[in-house]
């Protein structure tokens, strides 16, 4: 196991305070923090996860989903194990949740930051994101590949729940390029009976992240019964309408999967409101997801309305920017096209 020591902690009574996210898990000797992949060891607080990736594959960059960095490209993607959250809900929970092996050594296959960066030029891609579960609880690793990356000009990602101090924000700024965060509800009960977290530190990364000038993309999963009334919706827009109306927010579609199967599939009504909400904020760009063939996946230009991107199963089939510019009536698009 190779063995990285943490670049976010210090001493703490007779144990270790973790600085790198907001449970700041205090940690005695020889145990773990709340994501399973820190350790105290010998005083010294430790990443177990560093080189360890435990999957990887080649996605559409809308599958992330990102509509506004790079559509149509191809990204490399790869997690390790372990998060700091545990959503009832959670699409990849084999990989978030289960972190040790049998004779408790962390899942996953050694790969170097830079053997990543090779494996994402091979797969023809042009920027590489850390996703599937949590990234910033592999902060060091994920970071060395940001530098990396950034050596060979491959852009860098983070699929993220957003539940990170701002130090190591301020430490991934200059290397990390885009992120999508999920703002999972704006209810603190929410946050705390169904993550395991709590919704202000969300709230506070989002509104850094955008301080760094790191571009950020917005998904909400709508389960029906938890996060779907309209006042909830109308708060989670005006929130990022507030920060900036030109950060694209992903009305997502929740299906029923690990702890949460008795909640029903959210109706395309909702999907169809919220959207409106949305709109009705002022946000520049909304989109409904995890609905094929929806119009609502497709980009319009907020001046024109015309239809800028067109969307099929994460690829894009049609666009219409050009210099970042809507090519009908030459309004500036937000993003990177
Ligand atoms: S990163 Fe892990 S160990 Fe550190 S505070 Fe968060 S959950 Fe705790």
Redesign the pocket.
């Known amino acids: 196991m190779i063995m990285q020591e943490a670049l976010f902690y210090g001493p703490y009574k007779n144990a270790l305070k ?1 600085t ?2 907001p ?3 205090l ?1 005695s000797e020889g145990n773990l ?3 399973a992949v ?1 350790k105290n060891i010998d005083g010294k607080l430790y990443s177990l996860v560093y080189g360890k990736t435990i999957t990887h594959a080649v996605d559409p960059i809308e599958k992330k989903p990102l509509f506004h960095f790079y559509p149509g490209s191809k990204i490399f993607s790869y997690a390790t194990a372990g998060c ?1 959250f545990k959503c009832a809900f959670c699409q990849n929970w084999e990989i978030s949740q289960i972190s040790k092996g049998k004779e408790g050594e962390i899942i996953g296959k050694n790969i170097t930051p830079s053997k990543i960066v090779d494996l994402a030029i091979k797969s023809k891609c042009s920027s590489i994101a850390m996703t599937y579960n949590e990234p910033s ?1 592999q902060f060091e690793y994920a970071l060395d590949v940001c530098k990396e990356a950034k050596k060979k000009n491959l852009k860098t990602v983070f699929v993220s729940n957003g539940y990170i101090c701002k130090e190591p924000i301020d430490m991934l700024s200059g290397y990390l390029d885009a992120i999508n965060i999920d703002l999972k509800s704006f209810n603190d009960e929410f946050y705390k009976k169904i993550c395991g977290a709590r919704l202000e530190p969300v709230l506070d990364a989002i509104k850094h992240y955008h301080s760094k000038n790191i571009w950020i993309e917005i998904t909400t999963l709508v389960i029906p019964g938890e996060n779907d009334s309209n006042d909830e919706l109308r708060r989670i827009a005006e929130f990022i309408a507030s920060i900036d109306k030109n950060m694209p927010w992903h009305i997502s579609r929740f299906h029923p999967d690990y702890k949460m199967t008795k909640n029903k599939i959210t109706p395309i009504e909702t999907l169809t409101s919220a959207y409106d909400i949305g709109k009705r904020a002022g946000l520049h760009h909304v989109y409904v997801g995890n609905v094929p063939g929806n119009r609502r996946e497709n980009t319009y230009c907020n001046l024109c309305g015309k239809l800028l991107i067109k969307r099929a199963n994460y690829q894009v089939t049609e666009n219409n920017i050009f210099d970042n510019k809507c090519r009908f009536c030459g309004e500036k698009i937000a993003g990177f096209f």
């Open positions: 973790c790198l996210c449970h700041l898990c940690i923090g709340a994501c820190r700091n609880i």
